[in-house]
Structure formats: structure tokens, C-alpha cells
T-cell receptor
Framework: NAGVTQTPKFQVLKTGQSMTLQCAQDMNHNSMYWYRQDPGMGLRLIYYSASEGTTDKGEVPNGYNVSRLNKREFSLRLESAAPSQTSVYFC??????????FGPGTRLTVL | GNSVTQMEGPVTLSEEAFLTINCTYTATGYPSLFWYVQYPGEGLQLLLKATKADDKGSNKGFEATYRKETTSFHLEKGSVQVSDSAVYFCALNPGNQGGKLIFGQGTELSVKP
């Protein structure tokens, strides 16, 4: 059972480039989440999807878009990367309990 | 609003020492409380949780009690090991908000042999 998977693990972008972070879960969970982790700030919610076909903004959505492609997959897109988006990005999913399961993370550097 | 405050790190302990990591929260309603652990280079894993006042969560020798009167959920372990070195996050789920978690800033623990 893979749980939550994320690709890529590492990425370096130049300012203004775009990219999509991929996330998939195999636990049949309805809810999925994207967080960013920055030193001294814990994890902050970017976007979430309570069910297939719905997405909502979290605490720090500016500069990001998301797509809930199907029940398994939830992608995060940076249209025009900025150095302030240098961070570690985590995807998580949640089923009927209140426990979230996290992926291994994507470490993104924007130069 | 909802928020979580943890004691600042890093915390450095010797093996077999007693550990306390303080966590206090502000929330409306009746949140669920969590401790997550992040080992180096990995994602977060649930360590323990408590869903109502006076509940005690426990796992792998760690414990935390949901104290509504002091709005606290302090993490404790009687005897830490080198393998406990990690970053620990306190979090709350305020309920009725799509399952969103609100995290504290994290506390880095380093255990020396």
C-alpha cells in the first residue's frame, strides 16, 4: 500500500517558470490537501479539496492553482514561480476519520 | 480565530531524559488535537491524537492530555531515545471546516547518546 505519493521529490526553477506538483493517494479518501512548510512557520494550507470536483482556498493560495483530477489525484500548479515560493510542499489525504496522511514532500527551489 | 503555539526549539536532551514539549491552542468550539512527527527527510506521521476534553492520546511511549481548562496539549515521554530525534508538530482540527488542520511552528528535538 503506497499511501500518498508525490512527484517530483526535488525541483529547481527559475523565476517565471511554471510547473505542476503531482499527488496521488490509494486509500480511497475523499479529502486532499496541499501544504507548504517553511522554517519556523509550521505547515500552512494552500488549497484543499473536500471531495472530487470541489476545491477551496486555504490560508496562502496566492500564486497557486489546483486541480482535483479524480478521487485519487490532486495537483498543484505554479503558473509563474517566484523566489517566495521556495519551500517544501506536502500533499495529504483524509478519509472518514480526522487523521491526515502525508506524502514525502517536494523540495522546491526558485532562483 | 484558531491558532496553535508550541515551545520554541531546538530542544537537546540526553538519552533517557524526560521530555516535555508545550503546546497551547486557541479555538472556537470543540477542536480535535494532534501531535505529528517528522523524521529527517520524510513527511509527517500522526503520533497521537485526542478528540475531546480530558482524553489522553498515547503512542510509542509518548502521551498528551487534552486540557480544556488550560487550552493545552503538552507532549511528554518519560525516557527519550536517539531514534526520537525529529520535529514535532502540534495541530488542531477546528471541526466543520473541511478537515483543515492548523499547525504550530514545530519543535525540533535532538537526543544525544
Amino acid at each position: 500500500n503506497a499511501g500518498v505519493t508525490q512527484t517530483p521529490k526535488f525541483q529547481v526553477l527559475k523565476t517565471g517558470q511554471s510547473m505542476t506538483l503531482q499527488c496521488a493517494q490509494d486509500m480511497n479518501h475523499n479529502s486532499m490537501y496541499w501544504y507548504r512548510q517553511d522554517p519556523g512557520m509550521g505547515l500552512r494550507l494552500i488549497y484543499y479539496s473536500a471531495s472530487e470536483g470541489t476545491t477551496d482556498k486555504g490560508e496562502v493560495p496566492n500564486g497557486y492553482n489546483v486541480s482535483r483530477l479524480n478521487k485519487r489525484e490532486f495537483s498543484l500548479r505554479l503558473e509563474s514561480a517566484a523566489p517566495s515560493q521556495t519551500s517544501v510542499y506536502f500533499c495529504a489525504s483524509q478519509g472518514s476519520t480526522d487523521t491526515q496522511y502525508f506524502g514525502p514532500g517536494t523540495r522546491l527551489t526558485v532562483l | 480565530g484558531n491558532s496553535v503555539t508550541q515551545m520554541e526549539g531546538p530542544v537537546t536532551l540526553s538519552e533517557e531524559a524526560f521530555l516535555t514539549i508545550n503546546c497551547t491552542y486557541t479555538a472556537t468550539g470543540y477542536p480535535s488535537l494532534f501531535w505529528y512527527v517528522q523524521y529527517p527527510g520524510e513527511g509527517l506521521q500522526l503520533l497521537l491524537k485526542a478528540t475531546k476534553a480530558d482524553d489522553k492520546g498515547s503512542n510509542k511511549g509518548f502521551e498528551a492530555t487534552y486540557r480544556k481548562e488550560t487550552t493545552s496539549f503538552h507532549l511528554e515521554k518519560g525516557s527519550v531515545q536517539v531514534s526520537d530525534s525529529a520535529v514535532y508538530f502540534c495541530a488542531l482540527n477546528p471541526g466543520n471546516q473541511g478537515g483543515k488542520l492548523i499547525f504550530g511552528q514545530g519543535t525540533e528535538l535532538s537526543v544525544k547518546p
